[in-house]
Nanobody
Framework: QVQLVESGGGLVQAGGSLRLSCAYF????????MGWFRQAPGNEREFVGR????????FYADSVKGRFTISRDNAKNAVYLQMNSLKPEDTAVYYC????????????????WGQGTQVTVSS
Protein backbone atom coordinates (compact mmCIF):
# COMPACT_ATOMS: atom_id res chain seq x y z
CA GLN A 1 0.00 0.00 0.00
CA VAL A 2 1.34 3.40 -1.01
CA GLN A 3 0.17 6.74 0.29
CA LEU A 4 1.31 10.15 -0.89
CA VAL A 5 0.72 13.36 1.06
CA GLU A 6 1.48 16.78 -0.42
CA SER A 7 2.10 19.91 1.60
CA GLY A 8 3.48 23.41 1.20
CA GLY A 9 0.82 25.02 -0.96
CA GLY A 10 -0.54 28.47 -0.29
CA LEU A 11 -1.06 31.97 -1.57
CA VAL A 12 1.90 33.83 -3.06
CA GLN A 13 2.35 36.97 -5.13
CA ALA A 14 3.50 36.78 -8.71
CA GLY A 15 7.27 36.50 -8.86
CA GLY A 16 7.41 34.70 -5.55
CA SER A 17 8.44 31.17 -4.64
CA LEU A 18 6.96 28.13 -2.99
CA ARG A 19 8.34 24.71 -2.17
CA LEU A 20 5.98 21.77 -2.25
CA SER A 21 6.74 18.54 -0.48
CA CYS A 22 5.35 15.08 -1.05
CA ALA A 23 5.76 12.48 1.66
CA TYR A 24 5.70 8.84 0.58
CA PHE A 25 4.37 6.16 2.88
CA UNK A 26 5.00 2.60 1.85
CA UNK A 27 7.79 0.34 0.83
CA UNK A 28 10.62 0.84 -1.65
CA UNK A 29 10.23 4.55 -2.42
CA UNK A 30 13.44 4.41 -4.41
CA UNK A 31 11.83 2.03 -6.92
CA UNK A 32 9.30 4.64 -8.03
CA UNK A 33 9.54 7.39 -10.56
CA MET A 34 7.87 10.47 -9.10
CA GLY A 35 5.87 13.00 -11.03
CA TRP A 36 4.22 16.31 -10.34
CA PHE A 37 0.98 17.32 -12.03
CA ARG A 38 -1.39 20.23 -11.65
CA GLN A 39 -5.01 20.96 -12.39
CA ALA A 40 -6.61 24.37 -12.65
CA PRO A 41 -10.40 24.80 -12.45
CA GLY A 42 -12.04 23.78 -15.71
CA ASN A 43 -8.82 22.34 -17.08
CA GLU A 44 -7.49 18.83 -17.49
CA ARG A 45 -4.73 17.58 -15.26
CA GLU A 46 -1.41 18.80 -16.65
CA PHE A 47 2.07 17.28 -16.42
CA VAL A 48 4.58 19.51 -14.60
CA GLY A 49 7.67 17.33 -14.30
CA ARG A 50 9.15 14.05 -13.18
CA UNK A 51 12.24 12.65 -11.53
CA UNK A 52 13.75 9.21 -11.90
CA UNK A 53 14.46 6.68 -9.18
CA UNK A 54 17.72 8.09 -7.88
CA UNK A 55 17.17 11.75 -8.72
CA UNK A 56 19.73 11.73 -11.48
CA UNK A 57 17.31 12.64 -14.25
CA UNK A 58 14.50 15.13 -14.42
CA PHE A 59 12.16 16.33 -17.15
CA TYR A 60 9.86 19.34 -17.18
CA ALA A 61 6.97 20.72 -19.12
CA ASP A 62 7.93 23.69 -21.27
CA SER A 63 5.61 25.92 -19.27
CA VAL A 64 7.71 25.50 -16.10
CA LYS A 65 11.18 24.77 -17.45
CA GLY A 66 13.78 27.04 -15.89
CA ARG A 67 11.44 28.07 -13.06
CA PHE A 68 10.56 24.79 -11.33
CA THR A 69 12.95 22.18 -9.94
CA ILE A 70 12.12 18.68 -8.76
CA SER A 71 14.32 16.86 -6.27
CA ARG A 72 13.99 13.82 -4.08
CA ASP A 73 15.47 12.46 -0.88
CA ASN A 74 15.23 8.68 -0.85
CA ALA A 75 16.44 8.55 2.75
CA LYS A 76 13.44 10.66 3.80
CA ASN A 77 10.95 9.12 1.35
CA ALA A 78 10.14 12.54 -0.03
CA VAL A 79 10.02 14.45 -3.28
CA TYR A 80 9.99 18.21 -3.65
CA LEU A 81 8.89 20.80 -6.15
CA GLN A 82 10.67 24.13 -5.88
CA MET A 83 8.70 26.76 -7.74
CA ASN A 84 10.29 30.12 -8.49
CA SER A 85 9.17 33.13 -10.51
CA LEU A 86 5.58 32.08 -10.05
CA LYS A 87 2.94 33.41 -12.41
CA PRO A 88 -0.84 33.69 -11.98
CA GLU A 89 -1.22 30.95 -14.59
CA ASP A 90 0.58 28.57 -12.22
CA THR A 91 -2.49 28.67 -9.97
CA ALA A 92 -3.76 25.11 -9.61
CA VAL A 93 -4.03 22.13 -7.34
CA TYR A 94 -0.69 20.36 -7.44
CA TYR A 95 -0.45 16.58 -7.16
CA CYS A 96 2.46 14.23 -6.73
CA UNK A 97 2.29 10.77 -8.24
CA UNK A 98 4.32 7.56 -8.15
CA UNK A 99 4.85 5.17 -11.00
CA UNK A 100 7.07 2.31 -12.04
CA UNK A 101 7.86 3.29 -15.61
CA UNK A 102 10.45 5.87 -16.57
CA UNK A 103 9.81 8.52 -19.19
CA UNK A 104 6.06 8.86 -18.74
CA UNK A 105 4.41 12.28 -18.84
CA UNK A 106 0.78 11.24 -18.97
CA UNK A 107 -1.25 10.81 -15.82
CA UNK A 108 -2.29 7.28 -16.70
CA UNK A 109 1.33 6.24 -16.38
CA UNK A 110 1.29 6.71 -12.63
CA UNK A 111 -0.18 4.31 -10.14
CA UNK A 112 -0.53 6.30 -6.93
CA TRP A 113 -1.63 9.87 -6.29
CA GLY A 114 -1.73 12.30 -3.43
CA GLN A 115 -4.74 14.38 -2.48
CA GLY A 116 -3.27 17.59 -3.86
CA THR A 117 -2.28 20.95 -2.43
CA GLN A 118 -3.62 24.30 -3.62
CA VAL A 119 -1.25 26.89 -5.03
CA THR A 120 -2.65 30.33 -5.73
CA VAL A 121 -0.56 33.04 -7.36
CA SER A 122 -1.95 36.55 -7.18
CA SER A 123 -1.11 39.21 -9.74
Amino acid sequence: QVQLVESGGGLVQAGGSLRLSCAYFGRTFSSYVMGWFRQAPGNEREFVGRINWNGGSTFYADSVKGRFTISRDNAKNAVYLQMNSLKPEDTAVYYCAAGRRFGISSSDGYDYWGQGTQVTVSS
